[in-house]
């Protein structure tokens, strides 16, 4: 059974400050997906990464998936309030045609001004 | 213009009773998803359907049933409801092929069991 851990598990900082989100798996992932979930509302994706190694940016955010498709970050530079929320990856196996995401247990972040 | 549309949004039932959640997609995607969120905010997979053909059954009881009379739409029967069934139900939808799996979100069920 795939699985994806993510850390930490809760993350509380200031305004401005920049924080690194984590998301580990011992498996191959064929692709990777980061969502952000507000409360009451749905998870939101923010970003796909496909090829090991890659790089994507949006905005502040800084997203990276493993040079061996294993493992992925997120970096957040000066976070402000509107990232308060629960950051969740999700990866797909390659060996399954299903099209099942497997979720990661998820971080929360909160940004006080 | 809503991309994907659930019913109701709360759902407030006795132990023992029967509802269904619904379903909606406009985005012309073929294959649509429900995932249960528990209360540590782990979102799990249940069921998928792609242009109607069941594709993922995942370990749900029997009492859950998914149907989807066309591929826009996809509900979701629960019979015989049960406290541990509390809990919030995402429906989600995705286009098959081109390999990245990206999926859009409803805002979710919110079902409380009494």
């Known amino acids: 059974t795939q699985l994806l851990e993510q850390s930490p598990q809760f993350l509380s900082i200031q305004e401005g400050e920049n924080l690194t989100v984590y998301c580990n798996s011992s498996s191959v992932f064929s692709s990777l997906q980061w969502y952000r979930q507000e409360p009451g509302e749905g998870p939101v994706l923010l970003v796909t990464?496909?090829?090991?190694?890659e790089v994507k940016k949006l905005k502040r955010l800084t997203f990276q998936f493993g040079d061996a498709r294993k493992d992925s970050s997120l970096h957040i530079t000066a976070a402000q309030p509107g990232d308060t929320g629960l950051y969740l990856c999700a990866g797909n196996n390659p060996m399954d045609s299903s099209y099942k995401l497997i979720f990661g247990s998820g971080t929360r972040l909160l940004v006080r001004p | 213009d809503t991309a994907v549309s659930q019913t109701p949004k709360y759902l407030v039932t006795q132990m023992g009773n029967d509802k269904s959640i619904k379903c909606e997609q406009n985005l012309g995607h073929d294959t649509m998803y429900w995932y249960k969120q528990d209360s540590k905010k782990f979102l799990k997979i249940m069921f998928s359907?792609?242009?109607?053909?069941?594709?993922i059954n995942e370990t749900v009881p029997n009492r859950f049933s998914p149907k989807s009379p066309d591929k826009a739409h996809l509900n979701l029967h629960i019979n015989s409801l049960e406290l541990g069934d509390s809990a919030v139900y995402f429906c989600a939808s995705s286009l098959q092929g081109g390999g990245s799996y990206e999926q859009y979100f409803g805002p979710g069920t919110r079902l409380t069991v009494t």
């Open positions: 990464v496909v090829t090991g190694g």
């Open positions: 359907y792609n242009n109607k053909e069941l594709i």
